[in-house]
């Protein structure tokens, strides 16, 4: 039995201040329960309102991708430096430390290989597996345009179906149908469909003319796809025009893992995205930690 509470201290009940009730800070998410923003809120920063993800799924479809040939060398140095991991579940379980208690962002979609129709993917991951692996996020494929689109639209809205559940959020991928052209209007396409039929944020790719008109008709957050490897420069710029544009952060993969010094190229994408540094702030900043590094390296090795 509790004890009578016979305390003769004044208590303060604040009856002149209103309890709080903020809103979440996500674009669209205002209305999903606890858990949903509490996983949200891992990936997304709540002082920036940004993420960088590390994407390294590229082995589900195309097998050992260069830069991804050892995880564990190329890529578990890299985690301290991301906001959360886009990843399969094999290589959650086979590499990566749960001590780095970074959000993981499940790539829960899957089916062909590079060798085959892509777009025939089904949904490859059981709810209850994402549970156990105790997942912020489940990521999907959503083909607009190939051959088997409907099945992946079907494969998100199940997908969507499972999150709801279970509070965990869905990211839809938009993948570029081969008869569809990398635009706007596409862009637009895509990514609308993805969040009218539930996803709760969306990955797609940068473009030149109208990404802002893509992340203004999207009503949820609206991450840039890394893309291929280009220079680093012009990665950081890819970043800082889409982050500028309505864009909440990047997934990127390529541009991280295969640059020449991985370490100082994530750092310098944190600045652009998080601390809105311009391309060239950010590239000096990716210069002098790759200098240090290597007279590092060079120390060590004369010992």
Same mark, same amino acid.
């Given at each position: 039995?509790?004890?009578? &509470?016979? =305390?003769?201290?004044?208590?303060?009940?604040?009856?002149?201040?209103?309890?709080?009730?903020?809103?979440?800070?996500?674009?669209? @998410?205002?209305?999903?329960?606890? /858990?949903?923003?509490?996983?949200?809120?891992?990936?997304?920063?709540?002082?920036?309102?940004?993420?960088?993800?590390?994407?390294?799924?590229?082995?589900?479809?195309?097998?050992?991708?260069?830069?991804?040939?050892?995880?564990?060398?190329? %890529?578990?140095?890299?985690?301290?430096?991301?906001?959360?991991?886009m990843l399969?579940?094999? %290589?959650?379980?086979?590499?990566?430390?749960? $001590?780095s208690v970074?959000?993981?962002?499940?790539?829960?979609?899957?089916?062909? @290989? %590079?060798?085959?129709?892509?777009?025939?993917?089904?949904?490859?991951?059981?709810?209850?597996?994402?549970?156990?692996?105790?997942?912020?996020?489940? !990521?999907? *494929?959503?083909?607009?345009?190939?051959?088997?689109?409907?099945? =992946?639209?079907?494969?998100?809205?199940?997908?969507?179906?499972?999150?709801?559940?279970?509070?965990?959020?869905?990211? /839809?991928? $938009?993948?570029?149908?081969?008869?569809?052209?990398?635009?706007?209007?596409?862009?637009?396409?895509?990514?609308?469909?993805?969040?009218?039929?539930?996803?709760?944020?969306? #990955?797609?790719?940068?473009?030149?003319?109208?990404?802002? @008109?893509?992340?203004?008709?999207c009503p949820?957050?609206?991450?840039?796809?890394?893309? #291929?490897?280009?220079?680093?420069? &012009?990665?950081?710029?890819?970043?800082?025009?889409?982050?500028?544009?309505?864009?909440?952060?990047?997934?990127?993969?390529?541009? %991280?893992?295969?640059?020449? !010094?991985?370490?100082?190229?994530?750092?310098?994408?944190?600045?652009?995205?998080?601390? #809105?540094?311009?391309?060239?702030? !950010?590239?000096?900043?990716?210069?002098?930690?790759?200098?240090?590094?290597?007279?590092?390296?060079? @120390?060590? *090795?004369?010992?």
């Amino acid at each position: 039995m509790a004890e009578a &509470d016979n =305390s003769r201290e004044t208590k303060e009940f604040y009856l002149d201040v209103p309890w709080k009730a903020e809103p979440f800070f996500l674009k669209g @998410s205002n209305a999903l329960g606890w /858990g949903m923003q509490d996983r949200l809120a891992r990936i997304f920063s709540p002082r920036s309102g940004r993420t960088v993800m590390l994407a390294i799924d590229h082995g589900y479809f195309q097998g050992p991708t260069s830069g991804l040939e050892r995880v564990d060398v190329n %890529i578990v140095p890299l985690i301290p430096f991301a906001d959360a991991l886009m990843l399969t579940r094999g %290589i959650l379980r086979a590499v990566i430390p749960p $001590t780095s208690v970074k959000p993981i962002v499940l790539r829960a979609s899957g089916g062909p @290989s %590079i060798l085959k129709e892509l777009s025939n993917e089904q949904i490859a991951v059981e709810a209850e597996d994402a549970v156990r692996l105790n997942v912020s996020a489940m !990521a999907v *494929q959503v083909y607009i345009g190939s051959e088997f689109e409907t099945q =992946s639209v079907h494969n998100l809205t199940r997908l969507v179906d499972v999150g709801n559940r279970f509070g965990i959020p869905v990211l /839809g991928v $938009t993948a570029v149908g081969r008869n569809m052209t990398r635009d706007a209007k596409y862009l637009r396409l895509a990514c609308r469909i993805c969040a009218e039929l539930g996803a709760h944020f969306v #990955k797609t790719y940068f473009v030149e003319e109208g990404f802002d @008109s893509v992340t203004a008709s999207c009503p949820v957050p609206v991450v840039m796809a890394g893309g #291929k490897k280009v220079a680093e420069l &012009d990665a950081l710029k890819l970043a800082y025009a889409a982050t500028q544009q309505g864009a909440l952060g990047v997934d990127m993969g390529r541009n %991280i893992f295969q640059s020449d !010094a991985p370490q100082a190229m994530i750092q310098a994408v944190r600045q652009v995205v998080h601390e #809105k540094a311009t391309p060239e702030q !950010a590239f000096d900043l990716y210069r002098t930690l790759k200098q240090e590094r290597l007279t590092a390296v060079a @120390s060590a *090795q004369k010992v």
